[in-house]
């Protein structure tokens, strides 16, 4: 039969403001970049910009032919329109309006420009518009985008001065009902202007907040992770190297007596089928944690102090001879003392399986007030060469790391081997 292979994927490419991924019927998909969407938002701006320049243009000479009385008569004189149009203020005109396209990239010098051509406007007799759209747009554009509440007030004071000087000085005739206006609709801009410039740097620091939030809360769930990623390596690793290593030495002492003494290789055998049982009861136990469909109840208790003559009678099957020594006044303990004390002990045994040689071991427990020492000494061959690339001392070392305790480690004598462990008791004096 011919074979059949799923069709390769296509690479993705990455340009220039764009990402380009896969195909879609031969026809490639080109997905906006980042530097794409700001350029087209910038380009966005800009058109809306333009559109707001040309229509302030519009107004403005519209407004320059409108005659606002005291008697409130308005009268629109075409005469009047086409010297603002055909005449040196249309210029005048152009040079306040047009310069708004580009008010977000300078904003100060735009406002500079608009109001020095609205008030030369006026200083050469043209009629002014009702109302200085282009200079109030212009200075709620500083008033937004400035951070220092001083610039923008400092703008708009500068203007109502340069009213004020013109209308003192004859060349800027200015109405007191004009100049009312005026400076009620600078000081209204300003205050909008700022207004809009403090709810959008609420809004900022409201989205910085909830990014460093979720920035923390990652981190914090990363380390979660990890600290339970160890945590259950810590637990594998108690769990194989000592049952693998309780099996292979029964596995090796019913091999050298297979032949001489069948009952004795039968009882290491089944010692060897137990241990094996506990070591699945184990591995099954941390998968059971691992799980979410299932009910706490259902999961298997963690190993106490209570097990710790089951553990020494298999290292004794096994082969090393173990005495257990209990000091002080035995009391209730914390299970997470109890879970570390018995994996240290565990440990221990099994690295006496593995490197002392024929000998002998001692567990001595020592109850204290506030705290419990777990020593484990051998008398093999102790500390020999180069130290091992294993995890069991690094593993009793992050135990006794979390409970705040004390670990030494180290031959004795120049013979055997010592582990002594000082486990805090959290709260109060037993």
């Known amino acids: 039969m011919a074979e059949r292979h799923a069709p390769e994927a296509e690479p993705a490419h ?44 519009v107004l403005l000479v519209v407004g320059s032919g409108v005659s606002l009385e005291d008697d409130l008569d308005v009268e629109l004189t075409g005469v009047v329109v086409r010297e603002q149009v055909l005449g040196p203020g249309g210029l005048l005109l152009l ?73 003192l000085a004859g060349w800027a005739p200015l109405t007191d009902d004009a100049f009312y206006i005026d400076f009620v609709s600078v000081v209204a801009t300003v205050t909008i202007g700022y207004g809009v410039a403090l709810g959008r740097a609420r809004v900022r620091m409201a989205e910085q907040r909830a990014t460093d939030v979720a920035r923390e809360q990652e981190t914090r769930t990363r380390t979660a992770v990890a600290q339970e990623q160890a945590r259950i390596a810590r637990e594998v690793h108690d769990i194989v190297a000592h049952d693998v290593s309780v099996m292979v030495a029964q596995a090796g002492a019913a091999r050298r007596v297979f032949s001489s003494q069948p009952k004795a290789a039968e009882q290491a055998l089944a010692s060897i089928e137990s241990v094996g049982r506990d070591a699945l009861d184990g591995l099954r136990r941390l998968v059971g944690l691992l799980r979410t469909d299932r009910e706490p109840d259902e999961h298997t208790p963690q190993p106490s102090i209570e097990r710790l003559p089951y553990l020494l009678a298999q290292v004794q099957r096994a082969g090393l001879p173990v005495d257990l020594t209990i000091r002080g006044r035995p009391g209730p303990l914390p299970a997470t003392v109890e879970l570390h004390a018995y994996r240290i002990v565990q440990e221990a045994l099994t690295n006496t399986l593995k490197h002392a040689g024929p000998t002998r071991a001692s567990v001595v427990l020592t109850y204290e007030d506030t705290a419990l020492e777990v020593e484990v000494c051998d008398e093999g061959r102790g500390a020999t060469g180069a130290p091992s690339a294993g995890y069991g001392l690094i593993g009793m070392q992050q135990r006794v790391g979390m409970l705040g305790g004390e670990l030494s480690s180290g031959s004795i004598d120049g013979h055997g081997f010592r582990v002594a462990a000082r486990l805090p008791v959290p709260g109060a004096v037993r």
């Open 14 to 57: 990455v340009t220039e403001g764009h990402r380009t991924g896969g195909s879609l019927g031969g026809i490639p998909r080109t997905l906006p970049g980042p530097a794409t969407a700001r350029t087209s938002d910038e380009r966005e701006r800009l058109a809306r910009d333009v559109r707001l320049a040309v229509g302030v243009l």
């Open 95 to 167: 040079a306040g309006s047009l310069p708004l396209a580009v008010r977000r990239a300078a904003p100060i010098p735009v406002l500079a420009l608009v109001a020095a051509a609205s008030l030369a406007h006026a200083a050469l007799g043209y009629h002014p518009a009702p109302l200085p759209l282009n200079v109030l747009i212009a200075l709620y554009t500083v008033a937004v985008q400035q951070r220092n509440p001083l610039v923008g007030g400092g703008c708009a004071a500068a203007y109502v001065l340069a009213l004020v000087v013109g209308a």
